[in-house]
């Protein structure tokens, strides 16, 4: 056993019995047999291992691109002194928090139009009803923006289910009002494949993508919207809108149908804009073989991507979120600022990314024609060389004509001006400039979100995706979701209504929303499963 570092972490068993005082321990993160794991001891409740990484090798590579920099925020809402805060038990967001807001996740209701039995997050018969006022939203988008250095450019309306909302598109309209570049719905799509309009209405309103739940190819392992989903699809296409897929990956389940949902997403990509695989988050008490027939990490679902691909997309092609940095203090020496600008300061470990070009039927990754590696010690360089005065204008000059060493322009796609897309994306550093490189390209990531088996402190402590809640405060996504009873559920029960003062305030019953499947007749099931048939490989 190697150890290759301590750090922070949670006693599953303390997080159930809501024993929140005692349920941080120390824990070490180790290399055994080639695999990166997480141990730690609770006085109380014994030994928990588990899965950190499942490929040492492929864990070096993510760290060497980790971000020591970081943003510290100038305006806490905790203001503790640092040596008084405890993680995660005092999010808000805090002093000892080490990244802006990338994405800010706002729960617009937990009603949902589905009630899938694995979904931890929907209001059930007799629960409160959570959901904000459009004051409440305006409240909570301002504080976002209020952000300092770096206020929040992008917002996900989430929920429950965001659609069953009759106000949603003024819930865009207004997050566009409060000035984000960036809005995006979270939805199971039932809606959008019933309403050919309600796609086209919330683009135009203002969202820039919708987020769209996407589980498999097979109804099996798409309970949610295998059905639905090539009539919503044909809804987004004529909305001009934009989506992302996003498949949570259990093994055993659906993780024999990666290579196939990335043939799809890349067989309509005039509409889909990328996939984020999320590797499952075992929240909950599970025993060890439970939790190992499920559990897999970022580079076993890379492993399967290469495998189902045959090679198309390999290993090689993937690099941590953080390596987008060297970017970002790129933009920041151009500009001549010592202001921070927007920075993906991710831990290493929480996910990794790569874009696809389609080429006729080949999928080629932007690793496999441009010398990434290359470009990322020349943008360092550079950077210095701005840093110590040198001009702006030789420095853009400079990655002007360096750009023509780090492209093969042999093995890119033949239709793709790219030399021109990247440099925009580059110099320019503004949502617009990258606009035209999202739409050329399919985004393939992966982002694993935590859970108390595997909880790391120091991941918390550089989260760029939090929520913000009802009551004003900022909170990591593995803090808010793995410890519901300290951050959501706690703060969302206080600002519910019962089901009678819903039911009152609307004038609609509660579960008019649910949503029935009617049933299909052979004609129009063979129909369904021939449009899936056609991205899979066997």
């Known amino acids: 056993m190697q150890v290759i570092g301590e750090t922070v972490s949670l006693c599953p068993k303390c997080v159930d019995e809501k024993n929140f005082a005692e349920m941080t321990v120390k824990a070490i993160v180790y290399v055994e047999d080639g695999k990166v794991k997480i141990k730690k001891t609770c006085p109380k409740h014994g030994e928990f291992i588990d899965d950190y990484w499942e490929d040492y090798e492929m864990y070096k590579k993510a760290q060497k691109y980790a971000d020591e920099k970081g943003i510290v925020l100038e305006n806490p809402e905790i203001t503790k002194p640092k040596e008084e805060i405890k993680c995660p038990n005092d999010c808000g967001l805090c002093s000892l928090h080490m990244s802006h807001t990338n994405l800010a996740n706002i729960v617009v209701t937990n009603r949902c139009d589905l009630s899938c039995w694995y979904c931890f997050f929907y209001a059930k018969k007799g629960e409160p009803i959570y959901e904000p006022s459009l004051e409440q939203f305006r409240e909570m988008f301002r504080r976002l923006k209020n952000q300092k250095p770096v206020p929040c450019n992008a917002v996900q309306l989430t929920g429950g289910e965001p659609t069953v909302r009759d106000d949603l598109i003024e819930i865009v309209k207004m997050a566009k009002e409060e000035g984000f570049d960036h809005v995006q719905v979270n939805t199971n799509i039932i809606n959008i494949s019933k309403d050919p309009e309600l796609a086209k209405k919330l683009v135009e309103a203002g969202a820039n993508v919708f987020y769209v739940s996407f589980d498999g190819m097979t109804p099996e392992s798409n309970i949610k919207n295998y059905w639905e989903f090539p009539k919503a699809l044909e809804n987004f296409r004529k909305a001009k809108a934009g989506i992302v897929l996003v498949p949570t990956v259990i093994r055993g389940v659906n993780d024999d149908q990666l290579g196939d949902i990335v043939r799809f997403a890349a067989g309509n990509i005039d509409v889909v804009r990328g996939i984020v695989f999320q590797p499952v988050s075992l929240v909950g008490m599970m025993p060890k073989e439970e939790r190992a027939k499920q559990r897999i990490t970022i580079p076993e679902v890379i492993k399967r991507i290469e495998e189902q691909t045959d090679g198309q997309i390999g290993k090689e092609d993937f690099y941590p979120i953080p390596i987008s940095t060297v970017v970002s203090d790129f933009i920041q020496a151009l500009r001549g600022t010592t202001k921070p600008v927007y920075r993906l300061s991710a831990h290493f470990a929480c996910g990794m990314a790569t874009y696809i070009f389609k080429d006729g039927d080949k999928l080629i990754p932007v690793t496999r024609f441009i010398d990434v590696d290359g470009l990322y010690e020349f943008l360092k360089e ?38 021109k897309m990247l440099m925009e994306a580059l110099a320019g550093g503004s949502y617009d400039s990258l606009r035209s490189f999202h739409h050329n390209s399919l985004f393939i990531g992966m982002m694993h979100f935590m859970d108390p088996y595997n909880y790391d402190v120091e991941r918390v402590k550089r989260c760029v995706i939090h929520y913000v809640m009802a009551d004003g405060r900022v909170v990591p996504f593995c803090a808010f979701n793995v410890i519901p009873e300290l951050y959501r559920d706690k703060v969302q029960r206080e600002y519910s209504m019962s089901v009678e003062e819903w039911e009152k305030r609307t004038g609609k019953k509660f579960g008019y929303e649910k949503y029935v499947r009617k049933k299909l007749s052979p004609e129009e099931e063979k129909k369904i499963h021939e449009f899936y048939a056609q991205y899979k490989k066997h």
Do not use: C, H, V, Y
Request: glycine share 2%; no cysteine.
């Open 382 to 419: 550079e950077t210095e060389k701005i840093n110590n005065g040198r001009s702006r204008l030789l420095a853009k000059l400079d990655l002007l004509f360096a750009l023509r060493k780090f492209i093969d322009k042999d093995k890119k796609p033949k239709s793709l001006s790219f030399r």
